[in-house]
C-alpha cells in the first residue's frame, strides 16, 4: 500500500512538473507577440483617424498590414476559425459549418478592407469604415483569448510550418491582397516576425535556421515586385530547404508534428519536406474509413468493380463509361451520356488526384469519396438501380470470395455497403499523379524545364491570379495552408461560345443540398484542377470550351460578366487581366506540363 501511494505521488508530481515546463515554455514569445497586438491595435487607431487623407491612409495600411503579418502566423495557429471568420478569410460570404439551420457568414476581415483600399479614390467610406472597425473588434478579442493560450513548443512549431504553406500558396499568389498586391512585401514581414520571436523561444532552432531567415529576408527585399517574383528560384533556393529545417528541427526536438498531436487524421503530412509531391498529403485526412482496409487487396477489388457494367441496371454502364482511363478519367464530352444514350446533365470530371478534395460532383452534394458512388447508383440516367440489387448480383458471382479475401473480419455478409464503397473508394485513392515534368523539376529530381515554362510558371502564380483559385500543389480549389476545404466559384459560364446567355444550370444552388440554397451559390462550382487538362477537355461543368484557348479568352476577359453577361454574384474578377496572346499561349505551354 505504501509502494503504492509513492508510486502515485511520483506519477503526480512529474504530471505538475510537465505542465509547470509547458506554461514556462516561450514566456517571451507570448509577451512580444501581445506587445505586436497592442501595436496593432495603434496602428489600427491610426488608420481609421486618417480616412480622409488618401496618402496618409494608403501609408497607416500598410504599417497595419506590416505589424499584422509579423503575427499572422501564431494569430491563425492559436484559432484557425475565428482567423479565417474574422480576421483573414476570404472576402466572400460562406455557410457556417456543422450548425444546424442557414447560418451566413458575411466577409470580414483584412482581404475585404484590402479590397477596398485597392480603390481607394471610388472608396466606400461607410463600408470602410465599419469594416475596419469589425476588424479592430476582432483583434480585441485575440487579445482576450491569447492571454490564457499556453504558448506551447508544438504550438510555435506548428504555427511557423502552416506559415511557410501560406506564404508560398496562398501570400506570393496575391490571394489574400486582391486590391493592393502587396503579397511579396507581406511575406518578407511574415518571415521577419517568425526570425524575431524564433529568437525568443525556448526551442533550440539552431544557427542555421536564423541564418536561413535571414538570407530568406533580403531576398524578399530585392525582389519585391509582384508580376516579376520568381517563384521557382524562390521555392527550390529559399522557401523548400527552409521548410524541410522547420521539419528537422521538431524532429531534433522531440516537438510532437501534428500528425502525432492530433487525435484525428490531418490533411498534409507534417514530415514531408516537399510540397509537390505524392507523400505531401495524409491520404487518412481525406477518407472516411480506416486506412488498414487500403491494400492491395482491397485497390485490386475496387478495379474490377469500377470497370464491371453489371452494377448498373441495364448491364450497359460502368463507372468506366464516364471516367475513361486515356482521357485522364473524363469522357472527353461536353455532357456525358446516359444509359438510354441521352445527355446527362454535366460532363465528368477527371479522376486522377480527385481524392483530394473536400466535397465531390460540380456541387459538391457528396462530402466523402465514398458517398459519391450512391449517387451514381440511384441515378435513373446512371446505375439506375440500388445497392441491394447490385449485392444480389456480386452475391451470385466469384465476387464473395474476393471480398472476403479483401476484408477478413467480414465473413458473414462480405459483400456490403462498407465493403463496396471502401473497395471503390480505395481504388480510386490509388489515381493520383504528382510526377509531371513540373513536379519532378521543382523536386530537383529532373531538368528538363525550359527557362520559358519557369516564366509562365510565374505567371500562372502571379499576373494571370490563376493560382488564387487554383492552389498549388493541387493546382484544383483544395484551399492551403490546411488542406480542409474545397471551393466554389461562380464565374459566369456561358450556355455556348456565343455568349448569349448563362449557362440554366445552378450548380450547388439545387435540391441537391437544401442547406446550400443561399443566393450566392447560385451558379457556383467546384474548382476543378487544371491537372492533366491536356487529357480531359472539354471544359467547364457543361463542356462549353473545347480548347484552351477558348478557356483562357474566357478567364482573360473577366468571365460570364467581362462578356456582359448578367451574373451579379460572380466571385471571378470581371475585369481583364490584360494578358496578351503570347502570355496566353505561354500558360496554356505550362498547362501541359502538369
Known amino acids: 500500500m505504501k509502494f503504492k501511494s509513492i508510486t502515485i505521488l511520483c506519477l ?14 516561450n514566456i517571451a514569445v507570448k509577451k512580444e507577440y501581445l506587445l505586436k497586438l497592442d501595436d496593432l491595435q495603434a496602428k489600427l487607431l491610426e488608420f481609421s483617424n486618417n480616412f480622409g487623407n488618401a496618402e496618409l491612409a494608403k501609408a497607416n495600411y500598410l504599417e497595419v498590414r506590416r505589424v499584422f503579418k509579423q503575427v499572422e502566423f501564431l494569430l491563425a495557429e492559436i484559432d484557425a476559425q475565428f482567423y479565417l471568420q474574422n480576421i483573414n478569410g476570404a472576402p466572400l460570404a460562406k455557410l457556417e459549418k456543422n450548425v444546424p439551420g442557414i447560418n451566413i457568414l458575411s466577409p470580414k476581415g483584412l482581404q475585404v478592407i484590402d479590397e477596398i483600399m485597392g480603390e481607394y479614390e471610388a472608396v466606400d467610406s461607410v463600408k470602410l469604415k465599419h469594416t475596419v472597425s469589425l476588424f479592430e473588434e476582432a483583434i480585441k478579442q485575440a487579445i482576450l483569448y491569447s492571454q490564457s493560450v499556453e504558448f506551447t513548443d ?22 489574400d491582397t486582391p486590391g493592393t498586391l502587396q503579397g511579396i ?46 517563384r521557382i528560384t524562390y521555392y527550390k533556393v529559399h522557401w523548400q530547404p527552409l521548410y524541410a529545417e522547420c521539419i528537422s528541427i521538431v524532429t531534433k526536438n522531440n516537438i510532437l508534428n501534428w500528425n502525432l498531436f492530433n487525435n484525428k487524421q490531418l490533411e498534409v503530412n507534417a514530415l514531408e519536406p516537399q510540397l509537390f509531391s505524392e507523400n505531401f498529403f495524409n491520404l487518412g485526412g481525406f477518407l472516411d474509413f480506416t486506412l488498414d482496409d487500403v491494400n492491395d487487396k482491397t485497390i485490386a477489388l475496387g478495379e474490377k468493380l469500377f470497370y464491371d457494367k453489371r452494377l448498373s441496371a441495364n448491364g450497359k454502364m460502368s463507372c468506366s463509361s464516364c471516367h475513361n482511363p486515356n482521357l485522364g478519367f473524363a469522357d472527353g464530352l461536353t455532357k456525358s451520356r446516359a444509359n438510354d444514350g441521352s445527355l446527362l446533365q454535366r460532363n465528368a470530371p477527371g479522376l486522377i488526384n480527385s481524392v483530394y478534395a473536400k466535397g465531390f460532383f460540380y456541387d459538391l452534394r ?57 473497395a ?13 515534368t513540373f513536379d519532378k523539376f521543382m523536386r530537383s529530381e529532373s531538368e528538363h524545364f525550359s527557362k520559358k515554362a519557369q516564366k509562365v ?129 505561354y500558360i496554356i505551354s505550362f498547362l501541359k506540363t502538369l
Open 424 to 436: 471503390l473508394s480505395a481504388y480510386l485513392s490509388t489515381l493520383n499523379n504528382f510526377n509531371s
Open 366 to 422: 457528396a462530402e466523402h469519396l465514398s458517398q459519391q458512388f450512391e449517387h451514381v447508383i440511384f441515378s435513373k440516367g446512371e446505375f439506375n438501380t440500388s445497392l441491394i440489387k447490385i449485392f444480389e448480383k456480386l452475391d451470385s458471382t466469384d465476387y464473395p470470395a474476393d471480398f472476403i479475401e479483401a476484408f477478413p473480419m467480414h465473413t458473414t455478409r462480405p459483400v456490403n455497403p462498407y465493403t463496396f464503397k471502401t
Open 12 to 25: 503526480l508530481v512529474l504530471v505538475l512538473s510537465a505542465m509547470y515546463n509547458a506554461e514556462l515554455q
Open 154 to 175: 508544438e504550438l510555435l512549431m506548428h504555427a511557423i510550418q502552416h506559415q511557410l504553406l501560406r506564404i508560398y500558396t496562398l501570400g506570393i499568389t496575391g490571394f
Open 185 to 230: 512585401t507581406d511575406a518578407g514581414e511574415s518571415i521577419s516576425g517568425i526570425l524575431e520571436l524564433s529568437q525568443m523561444a525556448t526551442i533550440n532552432f539552431g544557427d542555421k535556421w536564423v541564418d536561413m531567415l535571414k538570407t530568406h529576408k533580403d531576398y524578399f527585399v530585392q525582389h519585391d515586385e509582384f508580376e516579376s517574383f520568381d
Open 457 to 585: 510558371y510565374n505567371l500562372f502564380m502571379g499576373k494571370a491570379a490563376c493560382a488564387t483559385c487554383h492552389f498549388p500543389p493541387t493546382f484544383a480549389g483544395l484551399v492551403p495552408p490546411y488542406f480542409n476545404d474545397s471551393e466554389t466559384e461562380v464565374l459566369g459560364v456561358p450556355s455556348t461560345k456565343k455568349y448569349e446567355a448563362i449557362d440554366p444550370d445552378l450548380g450547388r444552388y439545387s435540391e441537391k443540398i437544401p442547406k446550400d440554397k443561399v443566393d450566392f451559390f447560385r451558379y457556383s462550382f467546384k474548382t476543378t484542377t487544371v491537372r492533366n487538362t491536356k487529357l480531359t477537355a472539354p471544359y467547364m461543368h457543361n463542356g462549353v470550351f473545347s480548347t484552351y484557348t477558348e478557356l483562357m479568352e474566357f478567364y482573360n476577359n473577366g468571365g460570364g460578366v467581362g462578356h456582359k453577361l448578367v451574373m451579379p454574384n460572380q466571385t471571378l474578377a470581371s475585369n481583364s487581366l490584360g494578358l496578351s496572346k503570347h502570355e496566353i499561349n
